[in-house]
């Protein structure tokens, strides 16, 4: 398997993993919480975790905390249900794609304004 491939496709398997493990985990900081997706480095040492939530910048300070909360258990689970040499290390970065997205929609709107 080529080494692209391979990091995708462990990206992905940490993805529902850790998705998974979310519905599981019983800190409600952590509800309605969407993994968007998941990139790790060509070693698979690293692997850092994009995320989404609704509720404005407060909610997302929340669940910022709760990550680094649950850094440890979501590690371990990962350990468990793949198979690797060494376990990556987590890291968990807020996606803003969809803010940047209405930003330019809002600036769109603005300009096509009669």
């Given amino acids: 398997?080529?080494?692209?491939?391979?990091?995708f496709k462990v990206g992905e398997r940490i993805q529902e993993v850790v998705a998974r493990e979310l519905l599981r985990l019983s800190d409600p900081r952590l509800d309605l919480v969407t993994v968007t997706s998941v990139v790790t480095s060509k070693d698979l040492r690293h692997a850092r975790i994009f995320w989404v939530?609704?509720?404005g910048p407060n909610r997302r300070a929340e669940v910022e905390e709760a990550f680094e909360a649950a850094a440890g258990v979501l590690r371990s689970r990962v350990a468990r249900e793949i198979s690797l040499r060494v376990v990556p290390q987590?890291?968990?970065?807020y996606d803003d794609t969809l803010d940047v997205q209405q930003e330019v929609?809002?600036?769109?709107?603005?300009?096509?304004k009669p």
């Fill in 1 to 7: 398997m080529s080494g692209r491939r391979r990091t």
């Fill in 90 to 93: 987590l890291a968990f970065t």
């Fill in 53 to 55: 939530v609704s509720g």
């Fill in 105 to 112: 929609e809002s600036l769109i709107a603005r300009i096509n």
